[in-house]
């Protein structure tokens, strides 16, 4: 059974960052598109980050361009979300969700089948 699991959430200030890890289980993970998403309270959940399989390619959401980067390790089988310059508005709990041998990752929900339990991020203000 895959298992992806997020870690790295907590509570920080505005303008402080945290570093966000996607790992699996039993799986490559340079082998799969992974989506970062958020959802934040009382809001629907909305894709952030992702970043491709063929050639690393990354996309960002308007709201996190310049401040989040999204990065692979497939020595350590990790996706890394690197988040700086968070706001109140960045708190949330975040996903990480993953697609095999998609080529070109996607910012949308339904792309995705497999889904980590999530790690939830909180920035004070």
């Known amino acids: 059974q895959l298992s992806f699991m997020e870690s790295g959430g907590g509570l920080v200030q505005s303008g402080g960052s945290l570093r966000l890890s996607c790992q699996a289980a039993?799986?490559?993970?340079?082998?799969?598109?992974i989506g970062w998403f958020r959802q934040a309270p009382g809001k629907e959940r909305e894709g952030i980050s992702c970043?491709?399989?063929?050639?690393?390619?990354?996309y960002y959401t308007d709201s996190v361009k310049g401040r989040f980067t999204i990065s692979r390790d497939n020595a350590k089988n990790t996706v890394t979300l690197q988040m700086d310059s968070l706001t109140p508005e960045d708190t949330g709990t975040y996903y990480c969700a993953a697609e095999r041998a998609a080529s070109v990752c996607s910012l949308r929900g339904f792309s995705y089948t497999y889904w980590g339990q999530g790690t939830r991020v909180t920035v004070a203000s």
């Open positions: 970043i491709s399989t063929k050639d690393g390619r990354t």
């Open positions: 039993g799986v490559s993970l340079g082998n799969y598109a």
